[in-house]
């Protein structure tokens, strides 16, 4: 059912009646709060709307996740590192050679000075 919805508020969206289907997100989370999809698409909403700051708290909680249920169990402690000393990024070489291609991305178009 909640799919439904998501897609009865995306075709709003194509549409740009942003408002309306900002409704049909806001409906979908209410049926359905763990899927970031519909955050994402509140979010976007949000922006064509310039909320940003309701755009940035939805885009965020897409990355994270919706809060935790207060009443479900904690997530476990993690296991300690054996090796505490353990650089945690592997070895890179300090000053890697430039690239001799002055255009790396052979798509993007870059004006170069004679």
Not at 49 to 54: P, R
Not at 71 to 91: C, G, I, V
Request: glycine share 4%.
């Amino acid at each position: 059912m909640w799919q439904a919805v998501k897609n009865e508020g995306n075709e709003l969206f194509k549409e740009s009646h942003f408002a309306d289907a900002l409704e049909k997100y806001n409906q979908a989370i209410d049926l359905n709060p763990e899927v970031p999809t519909y955050y994402c698409n509140r979010a976007f909403c949000h922006t064509k709307m310039e909320n940003h700051g309701l755009a940035i708290e939805d885009a965020g909680v897409a990355l994270e996740g919706p809060d935790p249920d207060p009443n479900s169990d904690p997530e476990p402690e993690p296991e300690p590192d054996p090796d505490p000393h353990r650089h945690p990024l592997p070895h890179r070489h300090p000053n890697p050679k430039p690239n001799p291609d002055p255009n790396p991305h052979p798509n993007a178009e870059v004006a170069l000075e004679p």
